[in-house]
């Protein structure tokens, strides 16, 4: 099974401040089938449902803000948000859909300070 | 907009068994993979496992051991979960989402449903 790691899992920020989140597997997420790393990353407002924001490392879901942004590559992957808003607030979690079973990262948590 | 709600929520006793469904709407269910997710009271999401279009391939999460398996009516729109020998530690939130599984739209989870919550308790 692959690990994901992310840290930190707490990330206070300042409203319309920069935030990134670092992600790293255990072993490499290129996928052997189509070349493509399956990583993707999700966000969970509290009280509601996962939402995938991100997926393939760096291609944002329809309707996702595009201070949202993805990069990385093999095991070492980051999201950012480039100024956070009041509606950021919530967990994010990275997800590997390379290798089965697809596996989580443990969450950050981001607030306003 | 593409919907799925779950529904067979309930507490039920350690030992017992649930069947979860999904009901799908809008987008074609038929032409795509799905998945079960479950989260824990204050914890993160766990992949429980995922079927084909057609429910003739199924993977599951080692940790179930067995215990639950994942069946699909693509004739009624619907995605089941049946858990068998339930024990505390399954208490959760259990969510069934559409999985593109594709090259293009990534393999993970694009759509969730709202979740039913699941509680194994005496």
């Known amino acids: 099974e692959v690990e994901m790691t992310q840290s930190p899992l707490s990330l206070p920020v300042t409203l319309g401040q920069p935030a990134s989140i670092s992600c790293r597997s255990s072993?490499?997420?290129?996928?052997?089938?189509?070349?493509?790393?399956?990583l993707n990353w999700f966000q969970q407002r509290p009280g509601q449902s996962p939402r995938r924001l991100i997926y393939?490392?760096?291609n944002r879901d329809s309707g996702v803000p595009d201070r949202f942004s993805g990069s990385g590559s093999d095991t070492d992957f980051t999201l950012k948000i480039s100024r956070v808003e009041p509606e950021d607030v919530g967990f994010y979690y990275c997800m590997q859909g390379t290798h089965w079973p697809y596996t989580f990262g443990q969450g950050t948590k981001l607030e306003i300070k | 907009e593409v919907q799925l709600v779950e529904s067979g929520g309930d507490l039920v006793q350690p030992g017992g068994s649930l069947k979860l469904s999904c009901a799908a709407s809008?987008?074609?269910?038929?032409?795509?993979?799905m998945s079960w997710v479950r989260q824990a009271p204050g914890k993160g999401p766990e992949w429980l496992g995922n079927?084909?279009?057609?429910?003739?391939?199924?993977v599951y999460a080692d940790s179930l051991k067995g215990r639950f398996t994942i069946s699909r009516d693509n004739a009624r729109n619907s995605l089941y979960l049946q858990m068998n020998s339930l024990r505390a530690e399954d208490t959760a939130v259990y969510y069934c989402?559409?999985?593109?599984?594709?090259?293009?739209?990534?393999?993970?989870?694009?759509?969730w449903g709202p979740g039913t919550t699941v509680t194994v308790s005496s």
């Open positions: 079927i084909d279009k057609d429910g003739n391939r199924k």
């Open positions: 989402a559409r999985d593109p599984y594709s090259s293009d739209y990534g393999y993970g989870m694009d759509v």
């Open positions: 393939k490392v760096s």
């Open positions: 072993q490499s997420l290129v996928y052997d089938d189509d070349g493509y790393t399956h």
């Open positions: 809008i987008f074609t269910f038929r032409s795509n993979w």
